[in-house]
């Protein structure tokens, strides 16, 4: 049986040591602070169909490493199953 959608992006995430809580919405651990994680959120498309609108809890907010690496898998996983 062939790997869905959601287990691909579920099975590259536990790679990358995140957690999927929901759609949507992920928890990823802090590289700096032993046992403390951040939320990464996915809120859809912007104005601009190609402006993703991405978030974060950590300082660092919409510009952090947090949402590059879910950001990334995610597109990963599209790419792999030709979604856009």
Request: proline share 4%; charged share 25%; glycine share 8%.
């Amino acid at each position: 049986m062939a790997e869905t959608y959601e287990q691909a992006l579920q099975r590259e995430m536990a790679q990358a040591n995140v957690t999927v809580l929901r759609a949507g919405e992920y928890r990823v651990p802090s590289s700096s602070r032993p046992g403390e994680y951040y939320i990464v959120t996915y809120a859809g498309r912007g104005d601009e169909a190609e402006v993703a609108l991405w978030d974060c809890t950590c300082p660092a907010r919409n510009t952090c490493k947090h949402i590059n690496l879910v950001s990334g898998i995610v597109n990963n996983v599209n790419d792999e199953f030709g979604y856009e």
